[in-house]
Nanobody, 115 residues
């Protein structure tokens, strides 16, 4: 499974960005997909997950009500809509797919939020 993340950039606090993660396989068959982020000097943390087949979602507390994870099974693509961005959201964002016991990672996309 290959994953290609895109959509990062620089925005001011309060702004929005939409990240995309295109997969090489049929995401409908994936166990779980998710977005993680890693800020400078910090460990990688979970942001949100989605079960592509059923659509169930999970969010870390710090992004609830601001971020929305979704997927388009027909296009084998996962999204992360990020609204009301804060400087503390600045990080490299990685997409992930858990498929038959294996974690697959895409390359990161940098999100920078200025105050």
């Amino acid at each position: 499974v290959q994953l290609q993340a895109s959509g990062g950039g620089s925005v001011q606090a309060g702004g929005s960005l939409r990240l995309s993660c295109a997969a090489s396989g049929r995401i409908f068959l994936f166990d779980t997909m998710g977005w993680y982020r890693q800020a400078p000097g910090k460990q990688r943390e979970l942001v949100a997950t989605i079960i592509p087949g059923g659509g169930s979602t999970h969010y870390t507390d710090s992004v609830k009500g601001r971020f929305s994870i979704s997927r388009d099974n027909a296009k084998d693509t996962m999204f992360l809509q990020m609204n009301s961005l804060k400087p503390e959201d600045t990080a490299v964002y990685y997409c992930n797919a858990y498929v038959r016991g294996t974690f697959n990672w895409g390359q990161g996309t940098l999100v920078t939020v200025s105050s």
